[in-house]
């Protein structure tokens, strides 16, 4: 089965570019969306289809997706951006939803 | 507005049956597919299963696959998530996703989550 692998925590400080990967066999090839989960809260998507951002998520966020490695990316870092990031693929070969293991951003 | 709004906390005991409910509104229900997550203590999102409530087309996660069922009721907008027979490793949140159409699509919209505890 599909696997996407994320680093288990990110540390930055604020005011910095946080940027969480997710890496997976030729990901490039595939649609990513991340979504953000704060304690205690249900997750929310904040970029969907490599770099699109939802209405309401700041321009701060932003995605790539080339090769082997997907990249979440936010610039400007803010303490209200300490949050788990999960990545997600739809993997046409099995016709499964796959959720990477999750990074725990921290703001130092 | 879209909001899935989920049936509340449950204690059960293991060898209990259990259903639980995600309620859509403020959209189409029988346009969008509604999918299921665990979440256990401590750890990650886990997908378990995802169903299209037009024809109630539904796929699992081989890991769920006969641990659980999932159905949907068009008529009044409600998704479930149900056990005939829970075991303690069966305490997670669960958490109901909008997913829309399209092979490669995301969770857009999510509930607020039914937290599950199985103990004797």
């Known amino acids: 089965s599909y696997v996407l692998t994320q680093p288990p925590s990110v540390s930055v400080a604020p005011g910095k570019t946080a940027r969480i990967t997710c890496g997976g066999n030729?990901?490039?090839?595939?649609?990513v969306h991340w979504y953000q989960q704060k304690p205690g809260q249900a997750p929310v998507l904040v970029i969907y289809y490599d770099s699109d951002r939802p209405s309401g998520i700041p321009e701060r966020f932003s995605g790539s997706n080339s090769g082997n490695t997907a990249t979440l990316t936010i610039s400007r870092v803010e303490a209200g951006d300490e949050a788990d990031y999960y990545c997600?693929?739809?993997?046409?070969?099995?016709?499964?939803?796959?959720f990477g293991g999750g990074t725990k951003l921290t703001v130092l | 507005e879209v909001q899935l709004v989920q049936s509340g906390a449950e204690v059960k005991k293991p060898g209990e049956s259990l259903k639980i409910s995600c309620k859509g509104s403020?959209?189409?229900?029988?346009?969008?597919?509604i999918g299921w997550v665990r979440q256990m203590p401590g750890k990650g999102l886990e997908w378990m299963g995802i169903?299209?409530?037009?024809?109630?087309?539904?796929r699992y996660s081989p890991s769920f696959q006969g641990q659980v069922t999932i159905s949907a009721d068009k008529s009044i907008s409600t998704a479930y998530l149900q056990w005939s027979s829970l075991k303690a490793s069966d305490t997670a949140m669960y958490y109901c996703?909008?997913?829309?159409?399209?092979?490669?699509?995301?969770?857009?919209?999510w509930g607020q989550g039914t937290l599950v505890t199985v103990s004797s």
């Open positions: 403020g959209y189409s229900f029988t346009s969008y597919w």
């Open positions: 997600q693929v739809w993997d046409s070969s099995s016709d499964l939803v796959v």
């Open positions: 169903i299209y409530p037009g024809d109630s087309d539904t």
């Open positions: 996703a909008r997913r829309p159409s399209g092979y490669d699509s995301h969770f857009d919209y």
């Open positions: 030729n990901i490039g090839s595939k649609s």
